[in-house]
């Protein structure tokens, strides 16, 4: 469990962590691959969130999942990417979040993951929430802490509390 101090802090800060479905780039699942190695490579992200038609998050592809099926034994080939859809090399087991509140539960995953899918309890993709933007905050905590606590060691303080009862 997150620290209330430390916690408390994080959240004053005005930043949102989320961003935004629009500006995420996506594909869909029945694109085929050629088109998801484009968005890849021009967006420059390794990986991407795939969506249904409907916009639900469906998982992510990433540009080895892509090149893994462009090697043949005898060389590359892009002839596969044409008619392979997404949707039969996509990462379908992705952790996701559904409330974004809950510190603890996207820092344990960030510690893994660059980013997390967000969406809602129907699985329609309202964002991600990066490494980047959370290391933001962390930042904004690191520099404003003492601006409302004053940080004891436990062992000082158990001390303080001793003394205070005596």
């Given amino acids: 469990m997150i620290d209330k101090p430390i916690e408390t802090v994080m959240r004053q800060s005005k930043r949102d962590i989320l961003i935004p479905a629009d500006l995420v780039a996506t594909v869909n699942e029945d694109n085929n691959l050629q088109h998801a190695f484009l968005v890849l490579t021009?967006?420059?992200?390794a990986k991407i969130p795939?969506?249904?038609k409907d916009n639900h998050f469906k998982g992510?592809?990433?540009?080895?999942?892509i090149t893994e099926q462009m090697l043949?034994?005898?060389?590359?080939?892009?002839?596969p990417l044409d008619s392979?859809?997404?949707?039969?090399?996509m990462q379908k087991d992705v952790p996701t979040i559904y409330e974004r509140e809950n510190l603890e539960v996207i820092l344990r995953h960030?510690?893994?993951?660059?980013?997390?899918?967000?969406?809602d309890h129907n699985n329609s993709f309202l964002g991600i929430i990066t490494r980047r933007e959370l290391f933001k905050e962390i930042n904004f905590?690191?520099?404003n802490f003492s601006?409302?606590?004053i940080a004891l060691p436990a062992y000082q303080e158990a001390n303080l509390k001793q003394s205070a009862a005596q």
């Fill in 72 to 79: 043949l034994d005898t060389g590359i080939t892009t002839r």
């Fill in 147 to 149: 601006k409302r606590y």
């Fill in 60 to 65: 992510l592809v990433s540009l080895s999942m």
């Fill in 84 to 89: 392979m859809k997404i949707k039969e090399v």
């Fill in 50 to 52: 795939v969506l249904d």
């Fill in 141 to 143: 905590l690191a520099h």
């Fill in 42 to 45: 021009k967006v420059k992200y």
């Fill in 110 to 119: 960030l510690v893994n993951e660059n980013f997390l899918p967000y969406v």
